[in-house]
């Protein structure tokens, strides 16, 4: 399957099935609360993770077993997997700003994540209509508009914590280091993104960086799931 594939995409595979696991233990600590839409986005996150590793097998051996259950696929979308991703990347999104909406609902900030959420979908909407270069590459419209209202609509739930007494135990909740890590991976990533070709990134690093950033980010996660149950726990004895 290729060196670089061992090396990059299967760590990264291990530590998001890593999260969702830690994560579903834990899930008792943060139910019915706003981050238990994390979790459901880490199961997404799998399934999605499956899909592609399925489709990358297929077109890379043509498996029979592989094209049977994958005969619900367009043949053209047996051939490549960066639809998988487009699809992904736009939910992403949703689901960041949906997560703070549910964060910031107490605090004044929910009409304008309606408003981020409004913007995003005019710019997802650009993007499907120019679904031919969707096709070609996920980096579309949509995702420097995600990217641009998930930084502004975590500045604007730190912000509520700067003014808040949370300020002090803010470390040790779960949308602490969730928004650590959303907000580390958007950083890192998003530039290689989009000037990898200024930078003129080889495939190795392009694969290092993503590497380390999903490890951070979903590293965070699981160290969030952890306290968060440690903490919640501490205040019942």
Known sequence: MGDNFVLFRVPIYIIEILALLIGSLKFKYYKNTASELILYFLYFTVAQEILTFAVTLNYRY???????????LPEKLKNTTIWIGAIYSII???????????????????????????????????????????????????????VLLTLGAIFAYL????KSDEILTF??????????GILFFNLVTMPIFIFARQLKFSAIVYEFILLISNYVMYGCFITGFVINAREKERLKS
């Open 62 to 72: 043509e498996e029979p077993i592989l094209q049977a259950l994958l005969e619900f």
């Open 92 to 146: 992403s999104f949703y689901v960041y700003l949906f997560y703070y909406k549910k964060l910031l609902k107490q605090h004044g900030f929910v009409k304008i994540i309606n408003f981020f959420i409004l913007v995003y979908t005019v710019f997802v909407i650009i993007s499907l209509i120019d679904y031919q270069n969707l096709m070609k590459s996920w980096l579309g419209p949509h995702m420097y508009a995600g």
């Open 159 to 162: 912000y509520t914590i700067l």
């Open 171 to 180: 470390y040790k909740t779960l949308p602490f280091w969730i928004t650590v």
